[in-house]
């Protein structure tokens, strides 16, 4: 038995790990009785539909029905919706084992690979995501492989592998389209990130290649008959509007939340619509809305500069804040931690505050410039800087938005932090800016957390009231 585990100790403490996720997601999830999300109600409706009609548009305005497809053919073809969050949990797990190997891979310690598992087995946030029907845990998936096939693209020195992870990628980001279009400028990053690399000149071909084949492949594939679209179809610009203005909720939030903010909103629409003689027929179509969003954006930039910069620090604080993911809150406030407030917060934000905290404590930030000397460093700065930009800088800001950098990137950057610690002579004093860095972020913390729990509670404990008045979960 000793022989046996000496001989497997690795395999049967990673195995161990995995197993613990994929448990505790299912504990999760067979705990709650929320089942019926508001915000997901059309793709949870669809499941339904599919069935009554044989099939409705994969895309409508938008909504991208992927996804109830995927929950029918749980619910129909194999005979409960439970195997859809079962295999939800499946491909949660996997993008954590995924994105720990390519880890390894990158800094070539089997410690980093551990401990990333490890971390990724303790943020909460991602764990209650399984339990939710909806797309981010196939997003963070695809995200995933993209991300390993990168790492083994710039390892690769054949020809073969180069096109095989080259072909691989252009497909993932392709498919990625069907579920969210965060991919769609990662045709940008990876021509940027082989100009910056022109000192290998096989990471620049590669890459500019790459580059230019995902632009003309993405530009063929979304306007062609494989991503269908309704005649007409015109998405509503609501993600961008709502991330440059002040109409969202508390300022970059998703949706109006005040009563004040809706009124101001139907106001100016319907002064806009007088100053520009639109009739009363058109004023709520998805056109002149997005015109009128597009011209208040505007207005709101160029009148008021400051706020709009004060805005976009705002949003990037609220995405790295401690205020709990509300889905994930409402998950467990109505299984695990049933109607406790406090223990759900906890469980939700203490993990990810901690993580958060230990980057900017073990980070060498006098040092940065140094990443620019190895490319994988070079990539994983790339990649968490495109998913800043596009969580918060390029709309509007919600929690969740946070998870695939997360997963994907800080994590494995966190393990990698820890395996590398080292005592040495004088080590807090190199520490003071990071010091100096954590003690802004604990202030605005403090702040956050006035917020939510005095100033703001009713808007949060009318939340959490809603959430026990939806329906329960289907048999």
């Known amino acids: 038995m000793n022989n046996f585990w000496e001989k497997n100790k690795e395999t049967l403490i990673i195995f161990g790990i995995l197993l613990f996720q994929f448990i505790l997601r299912i504990v999760i999830y067979f705990n709650t009785s929320l089942f019926y999300f508001h915000d997901y109600k059309s793709y949870l409706s669809a499941v339904d539909l599919i069935e009554e009609t044989g099939n409705i548009p994969l895309i409508r305005g938008n909504f991208l029905f992927l996804n109830s497809y995927i929950g029918y053919f749980f619910k129909y073809i194999l005979g409960s919706i439970h195997y859809y969050f079962i295999f939800n949990s499946f491909l949660a797990v996997a993008a954590s084992y995924i994105v720990a190997e390519t880890a390894n891979i990158i800094f070539n310690d089997k410690k980093v690979f551990v401990v990333s598992l490890a971390l990724h087995s303790v943020y909460t946030e991602f764990l209650c995501w399984s339990s939710i029907f909806y797309t981010p845990v196939l997003g963070i998936f695809l995200l995933s492989l993209v991300f390993y096939s990168t790492v083994r693209l710039i390892k690769s020195d054949k020809l073969s592998a180069d096109l095989i992870f080259g072909f691989f990628i252009i497909l993932l980001v392709n498919f990625s389209f069907y579920i969210k279009s965060e991919m769609k400028y990662l045709y940008l990053l990876f021509i940027i990130f082989g100009l910056i690399n022109y000192k290998y000149k096989n990471i620049l071909m590669k890459f500019l290649l790459l580059g230019i084949l995902l632009n003309l492949s993405s530009s063929a594939f979304r306007s062609s008959v494989l991503y269908p679209k309704l005649k007409g179809n015109v998405p509503v610009n609501d993600f961008v509007f709502f991330g440059h203005t002040l109409y969202g909720g508390d300022g970059g939030d998703g949706s109006f939340i005040y009563e004040e903010n809706e009124k101001k909103y139907y106001r100016e629409l319907d002064k806009y619509c007088l100053d520009n003689n639109i009739p009363d027929s058109l004023k709520y179509s998805h056109i002149v809305r997005n015109k009128f969003q597009s011209s208040e954006i505007k207005k709101f930039i160029k009148n008021h500069p400051f706020q709009w910069l004060k805005l976009q620090g705002y949003k990037f604080f609220r995405f790295f804040g401690i205020v709990p993911e509300g889905d994930s809150a409402k998950i467990l406030i109505t299984g695990l931690f049933y109607n406790n407030i406090y223990g759900t917060a906890v469980f939700l934000v203490f993990p990810f505050s901690i993580m958060i905290l230990l980057i900017l404590f073990l980070s060498d930030f006098r040092n940065i410039l140094k990443i620019f000397n190895n490319p994988f460093y070079i990539l994983i700065f790339f990649l968490s800087g495109y998913y800043i930009m596009g969580s918060v800088f390029y709309g509007q800001y919600q ?43 604990i202030g605005i913390w403090s702040s956050q957390l006035y917020h939510v729990v005095v100033k703001n509670r009713v808007r949060y404990m009318k939340t959490i009231e809603e959430t026990h008045h939806k329906t329960d979960k289907e048999n």
Not at 405 to 413: E, G, Q
Not at 420 to 426: P, T
């Open 399 to 441: 929690e969740r938005y946070r998870m695939p950098l997360m997963v994907c990137f800080l994590i494995p950057y966190l393990g990698f932090l820890l395996s590398s610690v080292k005592s040495e002579k004088g080590f807090m004093k190199k520490k003071i800016l990071n010091i100096l860095i954590i003690l802004v972020f």
